[in-house]
Structures are given as structure tokens and as C-alpha cells.
């Protein structure tokens, strides 16, 4: 709303400066100040969009507490010099559609400086807006670099030694038939006494923010999603990307807090609740595509390819996902 109406503000003020005789009444009973203001206020709302999408990004690569000055040269470069130099790349679109001269209309000497000083201004309230949001440098969300050293792929050996847990329950049940029908003892080792033992599952998960720790119930996730090499929490009802929560759990590591019979890890990059698929269909050659209950859980403002790639099961776990469906 903000960026909105910030935007058709400074849109109506650009096209004003062309017709410094005209009072906002006057003009708006001229027929073509609206479309002028409108193709202004397209312009105004992608550079808009330019600069929120670049301080997105360089917030999740680049802290401001971790390298200030890096940051603050990054934000200046990127979200200064660079969104302006789209704003003109627009503006020179514009007139070159009209047939105009960029030069002789004089938007080099009033608009553009004027425009350079709005985008300024709107780095700066991100900015501001970044440091209200999270105060403290010590109690944040976990920056992108420093989970990747949490991130990283489970080791060979603990691959193997996750493939064995799923043999020992079928090692147990032979041992029990042999030993019955060799009428002999048999003393279960710890290990496997405690791998009989039904997993204890969390109710609450806590989420660490910069600002306060949030319990949340594990019973209205909707997703665990990896992405941009960080793990996310969405909720039910969620409809943005920026709504979920950030974790520093890997998905093997929530797949050992998380009830099984409700969730399931249908890929490398994604944990789904049961309560949210509506359908599934075929995908590819092995795989399935699942259909989720849109009012439910949404990601609006992610790439709808990747969104597509991230709900999708891989072929090697189709079978264990119907038989888990099939309940």
C-alpha cells in the first residue's frame, strides 16, 4: 500500500513538472494527463518492485550487521545506481515509443534528478524499515552464510546409516523366528530395543526471530521448503514467501521431530503436512505432481517454476508416497 501509493504520488508530481502552468485540479479535466499518468505510474511501480526485489536479496546474502560498509555500498550500487539506470532505460522505452526526443523534452535536467532522489529515498526506508524490524545484532535470524555450514549434504556414512534403520525392524522379526524355532533365548541389544521403540514426536516447534521467539504448532504447517539454500516454515494459510519462517534445522533433522503419519519428505527440498494435498497427479516419466488446496497454503511471489519443482515427488519415492496417502 505504501509502495503503491508512494508511487502514483510521485508519478502525478512527474507529469505536473512538464505543465507547470496547469494547477492537479485543471489537469485532471485534461483527457491526456491520465494516460500519461498512467504509463508514469507503471514505470514508478516496476522501479518500485526493482528496489524491494534488490534489498530482498542482498538482505538474505548480505547483512547489515555482519559488514555494514559492504552492505551500504552493495544497496547504493544496487538499489541506487542500478534501479535508476532501469528507470531511464523505461523513460527512453517510453519516449522512443512516441517518437520523442529524450534530449529536448527535458527530462534530463528535472525528472531524472528527481527520480534518482525518490529511488534514494526509498532504499533509505527499507533500510530503516530492515533496522526496525531487527533492532539487535545478536538475537537475528541466522544470515544465509552461516547456514550454509549447516546446510550442507548428510555425510555418506550417515546416508548408510539412515538406510540400515529402515532393515533393523525386518533384521528384529527374523531373529524372533529363528530363535523360536530354535527354542533359544534371544537378548535384544540396546540399540535395537530403542529403534522398537516408537519415535517421540514434538507438538510445538520454536521459531527464533531477531526480535522474539515464536511457538508455533507443528499440527498447521503446511510446507518445509528449501530455498535459496535455506530452509523454510510456511503455515497454513500463508500467501507470500516473505510470511514464512526461517529455520536453522535441516529437513532430516525436522523429520525426526515431525509425526510421519502426517508429514511426508516427497524430495530433496520439501516436507509436506497430509492436511494440504487435494490431488496428485503424473509428472514426468516416474514422478507426481501434487495439488494443493490453494486456500489453504500459497506462495504468490515465488517462481512459479520453482514452486512447481519443489511440489513435486520424486520417482524414487512414489511408491512409499501412495502407500502413505493410502491410509
Not at 485532471?28 to 522501479?47: G, K, R
Not at 517510453?94 to 532522489?117: H, K, M, R, T, V
Not at 526509498?122 to 533500510?127: A, K, P
Not at 533393523?168 to 537378548?187: A, C, F, G, H, R
Request: contains cysteine; aromatic residues 14%; glycine residues 4%.
Amino acid at each position: 500500500m505504501f509502495r503503491g501509493i508512494a508511487c502514483l504520488l510521485a508519478a502525478h508530481y512527474i507529469v505536473m513538472m512538464g505543465r507547470p502552468q496547469l494547477s492537479t485540479f485543471q489537469a485532471l479535466m485534461i483527457p491526456s494527463y491520465y494516460p500519461t499518468l498512467l504509463v508514469n505510474y507503471a514505470i514508478a511501480l516496476i522501479v518500485g518492485m526493482g528496489v524491494k526485489r534488490v534489498t530482498i536479496l542482498l538482505d538474505r546474502q548480505h547483512d547489515w550487521y555482519r559488514d555494514i560498509w559492504r552492505r551500504a555500498m552493495l544497496q547504493f550500487i544496487c538499489g541506487v545506481i542500478g534501479v535508476s539506470i532501469l528507470s531511464f532505460f523505461l523513460v527512453w522505452l517510453y519516449f522512443f515509443a512516441f517518437g520523442q526526443d529524450l534530449i529536448d523534452s527535458g527530462y534530463l535536467n528535472y525528472e531524472l534528478p528527481f527520480s534518482i532522489s525518490l529511488i534514494t529515498i526509498l532504499n533509505f526506508y527499507y533500510v530503516a524499515y530492515y533496522f526496525y524490524m531487527y533492532p539487535r545484532s545478536l538475537d537475528r535470524v541466522p544470515s544465509i552464510d552461516s547456514d550454509r555450514t549447516q546446510m550442507n549434504p548428510i555425510p555418506l556414512i550417515h546416508q548408510q546409516e539412515s538406510n540400515l534403520n529402515h532393515l533393523v525392524p525386518e533384521y528384529i522379526e527374523n531373529i524372533k523366528i529363528k530363535d523360536l524355532q530354535m527354542n533359544t533365548s534371544y537378548s535384544a541389544s540396546p540399540m535395537i530395543k530403542e529403534t522398537e521403540e516408537k519415535k517421540e514426536t514434538k507438538e510445538i516447534l520454536i521459531v527464533d526471530t531477531a526480535v522474539r521467539s515464536i511457538p508455533i504448532r507443528l499440527r498447521d504447517v503446511a510446507m518445509f521448503l528449501i530455498y535459496d539454500k535455506t530452509v523454510f516454515v510456511g503455515m497454513m494459510g500463508c500467501r507470500s514467501f516473505n510470511e514464512c519462517y526461517q529455520l536453522s534445522l535441516s529437513l532430516t533433522e525436522i523429520m525426526d521431530l515431525v509425526d510421519e503419519s502426517q508429514f511426508f519428505r516427497i524430495n530433496r527440498q520439501c516436507i509436506v503436512n497430509f492436511d494440504l494435498i487435494a490431488a496428485f497427479e503424473i509428472y514426468g516419466e516416474k514422478g507426481l505432481k501434487l495439488v494443493l488446496k490453494n486456500e489453504d497454503f500459497g506462495l504468490d511471489d515465488i517462481d512459479a517454476a520453482i514452486y512447481s519443482k519443489v511440489c513435486t515427488v520424486s520417482g524414487d519415492k512414489v511408491a512409499t508416497f501412495k502407500d502413505w496417502m493410502n491410509r
